[in-house]
């Protein structure tokens, strides 16, 4: 199979570093929960990263259940498989989910977790795609950020000028969706999923001293990668990209600042062969 060319928004060398130290433990815990992870199911962790969440998933599954996580990068699948997969019953395949991968499944949960997102064009069909890969009576769960990166306050208007230019470029050029999470629903809602629930919950909620070592890692490099991708933007910043740095740091660290960003988390039960409860 030829493989097709993809472009992720957030690639760099450190990016296995990234989703590793970002990713919490518990959060992740209590969204599986909310989604009906239990012990015994077969799981597909689309979009899986470095296997740390497909991990996570794995160890509240047991006994008896089984994990594959799915991603496009061969660095990433090579860490996890490295990192985590030398347990019985997980397995990472090198695939990308707009293709068929035909004979993955079936699966009893299919968990997709910030990487709708980086397709913004195929979004739709990626979850028809993930669609044909449940059992009947199987649940898929989405979960992305909205309104990402224009959360935050007080800010300049310079500053915020640039946070607006960068989200329209990641829209238009990236392929990158920064409203994913509002979206989420309607591709359900069109694929007649029965029992759908929606949950919101705070994926940053950063005010006074409560700023983890772990977000702020995550912030600045988000905020590194995103520069040395469109330059541009910096051009009728006082100071430049430097200067833009040092300020959204500063921002950072003022215990008075207050940033928060909101996760859609969307499930709901596959439709059975023939019925349309939405339309
Ligand atoms: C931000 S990471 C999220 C990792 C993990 N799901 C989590 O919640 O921490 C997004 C991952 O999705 C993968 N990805 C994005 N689009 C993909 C696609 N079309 N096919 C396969 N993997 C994809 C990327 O390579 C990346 O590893």
């Not at 607006?164 to 392929?175: G, I, L, S």
């Not at 989420?184 to 700023?211: K, P, T």
């Not at 430097?242 to 940033?259: G, L, M, V, Y």
Request: one cysteine or more; charged letters at 30%; hydrophobic letters at 35%.
């Amino acid at each position: 199979m030829t493989k097709r060319p993809y472009f992720y928004f957030m690639e760099s060398k450190e990016e296995i570093t990234r989703l590793e130290i970002k990713t919490d433990p518990v959060a992740v815990r209590r969204q599986a929960l909310w989604c009906g992870v239990k012990p015994g199911l077969r799981v597909l962790d689309a979009g899986c990263g470095p296997g740390k969440t497909t991990d996570i998933l794995y160890k509240m599954i047991q006994p008896r259940g089984e994990i594959l996580g799915v991603d496009y990068s061969e660095a990433r699948i090579a860490y996890a498989q490295d990192r985590y997969g030398h347990v019985p019953n997980m397995d990472f395949l090198l695939g990308d989910l707009r293709d068929p991968l035909n004979g993955i499944g079936p699966f009893d949960l299919i968990w997709v977790r910030f990487v709708l997102e980086y397709n913004r064009n195929e979004s739709a069909s990626i979850v028809g795609n993930l669609t044909s890969f449940l059992k009947p009576d199987g649940c898929l769960c989405l979960m992305d950020l909205d309104n990402n990166s224009l959360t935050h306050y007080p800010l300049t208007t310079g500053t915020a000028e640039v946070l607006q230019a960068f989200v329209r470029r990641m829209e238009q050029d990236f392929d990158f969706d920064p409203f994913a999470g509002r979206k989420l629903y309607s591709y359900l809602y069109d694929l007649d999923f029965r029992d759908i629930q929606v949950e919101m919950a705070a994926h940053h909620l950063i005010y006074g001293d409560n700023m983890r070592k772990e977000e702020r890692f995550n912030w600045m490099k988000k905020f590194e990668v995103i520069l040395k991708k469109m330059p541009e933007v910096f051009d009728s910043y006082p100071g430049g990209i430097e200067t833009f740095q040092e300020d959204i740091s500063r921002f950072f660290k003022d215990p008075r600042r207050f940033a928060y960003t909101p996760l859609i988390l969307c499930k709901g039960v596959k439709p059975r062969a023939g019925s349309s409860a939405n339309r």
